[in-house]
């Protein structure tokens, strides 16, 4: 079982790329962001807490992520593996998935971060938010507090795995194909 941990900054085109990495790898998406909505539209518990947080464009606290994830990957027990799209965005997300996964027999493969520059991502967002509907991709200050948040609670994932050997770096500026062949490039080599 292969399991690929993608992250990035809001923007940096984790949603994308992951619809290809899905595909070529037989792998099961769970994206933190359809995961959310999911909760959010049922009006379930968990959706009703993420909301408050997420309209204040703040990440969403540990254990309310981890409950909805591990519902998830409950759902899927026969799958070649899972793309991690927006989890973990914490150390304790991340110590929360190592402590899970290995009850389900398996362990993260690799963590693979896009990286782009913050003016250009928050560009994207920007011009996201005009057909997204999202009110967190629509104004500016949510979307630099959302970077602030990233870089105080998720950059830190970065030592974490890099400790486990499972980190890697990938620029994530270029075009769709260009972005792609570089994810794939390191994942065919793990």
Known sequence: MINIVLFGK???????????LKEK???THL???????FNLKNDTDLGKKARVFMDNGEL??????TAMLIDEVKKHPDTAGFLFDGYPRTLDQA?????FLPTIGTSVTATIALEADDEILVARLLERGKTSGRADDQDEEKIRVRYQEYNEKT??????????NKFYAVNGIGSIEEITERLTSVIDNL
């Open 10 to 20: 809001p923007g940096a085109g984790k949603g994308t790329q992951a619809e290809f």
């Open 25 to 27: 790898y037989k792998l």
């Open 31 to 37: 994206s933190t962001g359809d995961i959310f909505r």
């Open 60 to 65: 969403v606290p540990c254990e309310v992520t």
């Open 95 to 99: 110590a929360a998935l190592d402590k």
């Open 155 to 164: 950059a830190p994932l970065i030592g974490y795995y890099k400790e486990q």
